[in-house]
């Protein structure tokens, strides 16, 4: 069992930036590949982005490609997500999931995951 608890959420103006970071504990972190999700209202949960165990494969939506940042500290079990030049449609709440599959054909598929933290809202103001 592993357990993920996002945090960094919050409301930033458009432009601006947020740093997102999730715990993980349980079995060992290094052993899982590390995805964020976002859902916003009314829309369905939508990958974000990926990092392998060892963080050397980074993997992004054509949303957020160029704007986030995915990274790993092992030695800390954490996970962050940098977010910069936020917009409006990235307001949503955002997760944290981890799974022990390297498959690359599944990497942005929500139901490939084992484990998901409760989730962190962040909201984009104009």
């Known amino acids: 069992q592993v357990q993920l608890v996002e945090s960094g959420g919050g409301t930033v103006q458009a432009g601006g930036s947020l740093k997102l970071s999730c715990a993980a504990s349980g079995r060992t972190f290094s052993d899982y590949v590390m995805g964020w999700f976002r859902q916003a209202p009314g829309k369905e949960r939508e990958f974000v982005s990926a990092i392998t165990w060892s963080g050397s494969s980074t993997y992004y939506a054509d949303s957020v490609k160029g704007r986030f940042t995915i990274s790993r500290d092992n030695a800390k079990n954490t996970v962050y997500l940098q977010m910069n030049s936020l917009k409006l449609e990235d307001t949503a709440i955002y997760y944290c999931?981890?799974?022990?599959?390297?498959?690359?054909?599944?990497?942005?598929?929500?139901?490939?995951?084992?484990?998901w933290g409760q989730g962190t809202q962040v909201t984009v103001s104009s």
């Open positions: 999931a981890s799974r022990k599959t390297v498959s690359l054909a599944t990497m942005a598929q929500a139901a490939s995951y084992d484990y």
